[in-house]
């Protein structure tokens, strides 16, 4: 999906049009059978979805962190300290977030149960986006089918007659 992010970022600045809708059928050409795959094709290029730029960052972990973490984090605390207030806001905003995601299961056909399980998709995928970023300061930038390319910035400068 980042990969599609940018692309329909090149059409819109080359005058094209996008339309994004709910498809009907999802389909994969690559599988991704073990979360080992499915960390390497996220943490690529999560980072350049965020323009390499370390605020972005800390406010995807931040955002992240606060919507989908936060409530089962708090409703643990809650119960842990006897803290009643806490753990019913907790729960209630990890009930909410539950059944807001009750109708994409549905429209996918995917079993219901996943759906209290949201925070631990979210933080695995927070997890791949940090990963991404510390892959891109070790300067190994973003790999591909086993090639790994150069960080934007140590990319060489063109030369004058390609300017």
Do not use: F, N
């Amino acid at each position: 999906m980042i990969d599609d992010v940018a692309l329909a970022r090149a059409v819109r600045r080359s005058g094209g049009h996008i339309w994004l809708g709910l498809a009907e059928r999802v389909d994969s050409v690559r599988p991704y059978p073990r979360l080992a795959d499915l960390w390497r094709m996220v943490s690529r290029s999560a980072y350049a979805q965020l323009r390499h730029h370390p605020l972005l960052l800390l406010g995807t972990v931040a955002g992240l962190a606060l919507v989908y973490l936060a409530p089962p984090v708090t409703l643990v605390a809650g119960l842990t300290a006897g803290d009643a207030p806490a753990a019913t806001t907790g729960g209630l905003a990890w009930l909410l977030m539950t059944a807001t995601y009750l109708p994409m299961l549905r429209y996918y056909r995917q079993p219901l149960w996943l759906a209290p399980l949201l925070p631990g998709t979210a933080l695995l995928y927070l997890l791949m986006t940090v990963d991404s970023a510390v892959q891109h300061y070790r300067g190994r930038g973003a790999a591909w089918k086993g090639r790994t390319y150069a960080r934007p910035d140590t990319a060489a400068e063109p030369a004058p007659e390609q300017r």
